[in-house]
């Protein structure tokens, strides 16, 4: 089992790219891996589809507004956990 | 972040858009064929078939799509949730087809039993509209500085469409006095206040996300729908108060240079963050909004001139209408088209059909949805419609009818794409197998 960070960058990318992305991404997940995930703006559209799948997520502001979004399997403890730590570095979401 | 999942468990069913959307064209493809019978009528702004024309493209093309999209867009931005969404929507959607074929009818025809009707019909559609959408914002949660342009818009358009019906009254009941004097309140509150800050709000969201530029300032995005409201209000003070202390002339030029101004920051903001942009690749949206935004600094610039200094005035006013309308509104509208309607079809498929499952690889992209192609077909036949609109203010006839058939070709295209849209959606939903939604 390893713990590590999926990171992917969508902010370059026109909708519908980013959800589409970023879903590929969460299926991809090993156990122990969370996704973190870097956008402009707040992925209202992706949050639905993350609690259909049973991820769970947490978001958070990052520089010059960036929104920084951190995804993790909710039966994978580990990946919860670092995810966990690693959002913790940042302040909560502000619009 | 439970909001979010919220408002999408209301967002309505893609038809709702939807026919708003494929509606529209149809109005204008029967204003281009109005212009096309009756080019002579088109000098007059007071004509009833210029009546005619300017309520399908405002009402029929403009209204009918932004109906259409605040009832999708409020609940993505705002949480905005709505009872019944499908009900709403079908009896918005027959009260502004019947209002609006009414009230057309009835200026081609000089109809007073038709204004009657459409005062009806269009009095209680967009009471019915101003109350839900305004109570949604109300209620919700989100507090961003794009819902309040959503507001301001709102109010626009309800000072707008209460001036309108008090005329429209005024051609069909004998009590009511024919106020022709409000017109140009009508028109400013409709063209500036109501589609102008709607466009505005809607860019700060949709600019940025499609076309990938840079955010628009903070303080453009908090400030600058206000101080345009504001300035319409005072504008409209010195035009109900012609006798006080505001109708000095100095006085009543600081609203309208506030409006121009406003609109002019708006404009060359959007295009040095479309210069900006992260990837410069071809974009019919791009395109659409650069014509749009080029018509309105022209309708600006030649708004601005003293008004000596072109001859006829009817054809300056007729021209900054056709500017504002044809150019900037219908311009800024289908290039939205073309991002609003591809995007929607996808959402809703993804919805529909399980993205974990296999079947999700026969969801097709937007580009697969409406190719760029065919957008930029519709796009020169728009371009050209302009252009030739701009030179038949000076020529004959025969250019208005030349920028009529552009502009029916124009809007059969448009209307085609969109269809084809819609096609493409019904034929995946169908040969999606069972049990793999």
């Known amino acids: 089992m390893e713990t590590d960070c999926v990171f992917i960058d969508v902010s370059d990318l026109p909708p519908p790219e980013p959800l589409a992305v970023a879903m590929a991404a969460t299926e991809r997940l090993r156990p122990g891996q969370y996704l973190h995930m870097h956008h402009w703006r ?47 570095q940042l302040p909560p979401w502000r619009e | ?14 038809s709702v858009p939807l026919s708003y959307m494929l509606t529209a064209p149809v109005f204008a493809i029967v204003a281009a064929i109005l212009i096309l019978v009756y080019p002579e009528s088109v000098q007059n702004r007071w004509s009833p078939v210029m009546l ?16 259409g999209a605040v009832q999708q867009l409020l609940p993505v931005l705002a949480g905005v949730t709505f009872n019944r969404p499908r009900l709403v929507s079908l009896s918005l959607y027959v009260g502004l087809i019947f209002g609006v074929s009414a009230l057309c009818i009835g200026m081609f025809l000089s109809n007073a039993s038709l204004f009657l009707v459409a005062v009806l019909f269009l009095s209680v559609t967009v009471a019915a509209f101003f109350v839900l959408m305004m109570l949604g914002l109300l209620r919700s949660e989100a507090n961003r500085d794009s819902i309040q342009g959503i507001r301001l818009a709102l109010l626009s358009f309800l000072v707008s469409a209460s001036l309108g019906l008090y005329m429209a009254a005024g051609h069909s009941l004998p009590e009511i006095p024919l106020a022709r004097e409000l017109t140009s309140l009508h028109l400013t509150w409709g063209l500036l206040g109501w589609i102008g800050l709607l466009v505005i709000t809607v860019s700060y969201q949709v600019v940025p996300m499609f076309q990938i530029t840079p955010r628009y300032p903070k303080e453009i995005v908090r400030w600058l729908t206000p101080f345009i409201f504001l300035s319409l209000v005072f504008w409209s003070l010195i035009e109900i108060l012609p006798n006080s202390a505001l109708s000095v002339s100095w006085v009543s030029v600081i609203p309208k240079t506030g409006v121009m101004a406003g609109l002019l920051t708006f404009c060359l903001m959007t295009l040095w963050l479309q210069h900006k942009r992260r990837r410069k690749l071809p974009d019919v949206t791009l395109d659409f909004f650069r014509l749009a935004l080029s018509c309105m600094m022209l309708a600006i610039f030649i708004w601005s001139l003293p008004e000596s200094w072109l001859a006829d005035q009817l054809n300056r006013e007729v021209l900054i209408g056709a500017l504002l309308i044809i150019g900037f509104t219908l311009s800024v509208i289908s290039g939205m088209l073309y991002k609003i309607v591809p995007f929607l079809i996808w959402l809703h498929l993804t919805n529909q059909i399980d993205m974990s499952t296999r079947w ?13 192609v065919h957008g930029r077909w519709q796009f020169r036949l728009h371009l050209g419609t302009v252009l030739v609109m701009i030179a038949a203010m000076y020529q004959g006839e025969w250019s208005i009818r030349l920028a009529a058939v552009l502009f029916l070709m124009s809007n059969l295209y448009l209307l085609r794409n969109l269809i084809l849209a819609v096609v493409i959606y019904r034929k995946v939903l169908i040969s999606q197998p069972a049990g793999e939604s």
């Open chain 2, 1 to 14: 972040m439970s909001y979010g999942v919220l408002s999408l468990a209301q967002t309505p069913p893609a």
């Open chain 2, 360 to 372: 999700q690889k026969n969801i097709p992209n937007m580009k697969q949805i409406i190719p760029e």
């Open chain 1, 42 to 88: 707040e992925p209202l559209l992706l949050y639905k589809r993350l609690i259909q799948k049973n991820f769970g997520y947490d978001t958070r502001s990052g520089q010059d507004d960036a929104c920084e979004i951190f995804v993790w399997r909710l039966d994978d403890p580990a990946a919860q956990q670092a995810a966990n730590v690693a959002a913790g």
């Open chain 2, 52 to 67: 005619s024309v300017t309520h399908l493209l405002v009402l029929g093309f403009a209204v009918m799509v932004m109906f």
